[in-house]
Nanobody, 126 residues
Framework: VQLQASGGGLVQVGGSLRLSCVAS????????IGWFRQAPGKEREFVAAITWSGHNTYYADRIKDRFAISREPSENAVFLHLSGLKRDDTAVYSC????????????????????WGQGTQVTVSS
């Protein structure tokens, strides 16, 4: 599977964006999908994930009241809806696919995902 993230841009504090992760080569519903971000000079961090079934979603504590993950199988896509953006949300956001139904799957760990797309830049300005 190949993944393509898009939808980033420059937005003011308090603004919103919708990031898209579109899959090609395989149905996106065959995978657990995660979003991660990396700010300059910082380590990559988990943002959100959705299971292959779509039944379970996971969020990092610091964003769970502002971001939402969803998917649209007909578009072979997973979306990350960002709202109430803050300056420290500025980062490159990447999506990743992991094998479904893995025992003890921890969506927060980047090594659980074997396929990564290129990132999309989100810049939040005051």
């Amino acid at each position: 599977v190949q993944l393509q993230a898009s939808g980033g841009g420059l937005v003011q504090v308090g603004g919103s964006l919708r990031l898209s992760c579109v899959a090609s080569g395989r149905p996106i519903v065959d995978y657990n999908i995660g979003w991660f971000r990396q700010a300059p000079g910082k380590e990559r961090e988990f943002v959100a994930a959705i299971t292959w079934s779509g039944h379970n979603t996971y969020y990092a504590d610091r964003i769970k009241d502002r971001f939402a993950i969803s998917r649209e199988p007909s578009e072979n896509a997973v979306f990350l809806h960002l709202s109430g953006l803050k300056r420290d949300d500025t980062a490159v956001y990447s999506c990743a696919a992991g094998e479904p139904m893995k025992p003890d799957w921890n969506p927060h760990r980047s090594h659980e995902y074997g396929h990564w797309g290129q990132g999309t830049q989100v810049t939040v300005s005051s």
